[in-house]
Each structure stands twice: as structure tokens, then as C-alpha cells.
């Protein structure tokens, strides 16, 4: 059961400019979670943010949450060339489900 | 350091010949989960466990086994590997499984390919 859906599905931009990346989901969540995946790798956690939150920051990395639209965005500022790679949305299942689910995934390029 | 660590890291089988893959974890996590990765299908959830001896299917758990026999470990069993099985498979653990300590951690990674 796919819960969040990425937007857009393939950003392409030069190093420096900022990467904005979208993710919207269906039922009512007690968080969501933002990975990222270097190409053919394991995902790696980047940052978590919570219902009752609406902004969080992590480096060069802003992710805002609206429970109200069932979105989320990850905004990441200054991109370089190592910021080249996919990212994922992820959310808990419903009531009574203990999965984590993920996206489809934004594919980001970062060309120097 | 904190890891999961899945092997292989690629295998390459035939069709009906019963294969594991391995996924150990060294942080004493509670939850630990088993996804496969598909182009144009992203991430999908074969299995779950909350703890030891506690497993649940996720959404693919069709023509594949699990077990937890041990806190730190949490082994893919493929009794008879079918082609429709050829996928990236990634193991994960998270010490709450929906707590605020830090999301999941990922293995690095099992490319199969069954022919």
C-alpha cells in the first residue's frame, strides 16, 4: 500500500540553486520521515519530523509539515554535486499497522 | 559502528533453488524489516518483526519466509526463488518502530537475480 507519493518524480539543477522536493499522503500519520539513497545503496535516515510540528531544520536541510493538506517538503539549500541521489518520503501505516512505508521517490541531479 | 549488515551483496541463483540472506544488526533494535526494491515500483515491505518471535507479512510477503530467532538477526528465506524475484533487497532495524530515535537504519544492500 503506497502512502506517500513524491513530486516531482526527476529534478534537475546546477550546484548552488536549492532542491525543493514534495511528498503527499492519504491517512492521518504521527510522523514522517525523509531518506535518501545513493544509487544502487542502502537509504539513509535524514531527518524525522513530527505531527505537532510544522518546520524542522537539519544543516542545509529544511523539511515543513502540513497536516491540514497531508504534505510535506523537503527543501535542501546550496546544492552541491554530492547531493546527487534519490529521496524518499516514508509514513507509518494506519490505526494498527506497523509498517513503514515508502514513495516512489524523487530522483535529484545536482550538475556542477 | 552502528550497522546492519545484509550478505551477500549480490547472488546470482536458479529458479527453485532454496537461497538466505543474511541481516544482523548491532544495535539492539526491537523492530527489524525486510523491503524489496522494484524500477517504477519503489519500496515494498515483504516482512516485519516487532521482536523476537514476533513476525507479521508486509505488503509482498508472497514466496518468502522469515524468522527471529535472536534479537540481533532476522534471515530472508527464499524456499523455491522464482525469476519475478530478481529485485534489490535491503534489511532495516529502528529501535522504536515508529518512535522518535532516529528512523531506520538501512544494510547496504542484496542485488539477486534469478534465472
Known amino acids: 500500500s503506497q502512502q506517500g507519493e513524491e513530486d516531482p518524480q526527476a529534478l534537475s539543477i546546477q550546484e548552488g540553486e536549492n532542491a525543493t522536493m514534495n511528498c503527499s499522503y492519504k491517512t492521518s500519520i504521527n510522523n514522517l520521515q525523509w531518506y535518501r539513497q545513493n544509487s544502487g545503496r542502502g537509504l539513509v535516515h535524514l531527518i524525522l519530523i513530527r505531527s505537532n510540528e510544522r518546520e524542522k531544520h537539519s544543516g542545509r536541510l529544511r523539511v515543513t509539515l502540513d497536516t491540514s493538506k497531508k504534505s510535506s517538503s523537503l527543501l535542501i539549500t546550496a546544492s552541491r554535486a554530492a547531493d546527487t541521489a534519490s529521496y524518499f518520503c516514508?509514513?507509518?501505516?494506519?490505526?494498527?499497522?506497523?509498517?513503514?512505508?515508502f514513495g516512489k521517490g524523487t530522483k535529484l541531479s545536482v550538475i556542477p | 559502528e552502528a550497522q546492519v549488515t545484509q550478505n551477500p551483496r549480490y547472488l546470482i541463483t536458479v529458479t527453485g533453488k532454496k537461497l538466505t540472506v543474511t541481516c544482523s544488526q548491532n544495535?539492539?533494535?526491537?523492530?527489524m524489516s525486510w523491503y524489496r526494491q522494484d524500477p517504477g515500483l519503489g519500496l515494498r515491505q515483504i516482512y516485519y518483526s516487532m521482536n523476537v518471535e514476533v513476525t507479521d507479512k508486509g505488503d509482498v510477503p508472497e514466496g518468502y519466509k522469515v524468522s527471529r530467532k535472536e534479537k540481533r538477526n532476522f534471515p530472508l528465506i527464499l524456499e523455491s526463488p522464482s525469476p519475478n524475484q530478481t529485485s534489490l533487497y535491503f534489511c532495516?532495524?529502528?529501535?522504536?518502530?515508529?518512535?522518535?530515535?532516529?528512523?531506520?537504519?538501512f544494510g547496504s544492500g542484496t542485488r539477486l537475480t534469478v534465472v
Open positions: 516514508a509514513t507509518p501505516g494506519g490505526a494498527g499497522s506497523y509498517q513503514l512505508t
Open positions: 532495516a532495524s529502528s529501535l522504536v518502530w515508529r518512535g522518535p530515535l532516529g528512523g531506520y537504519t
Open positions: 544495535m539492539n533494535h526491537e523492530y
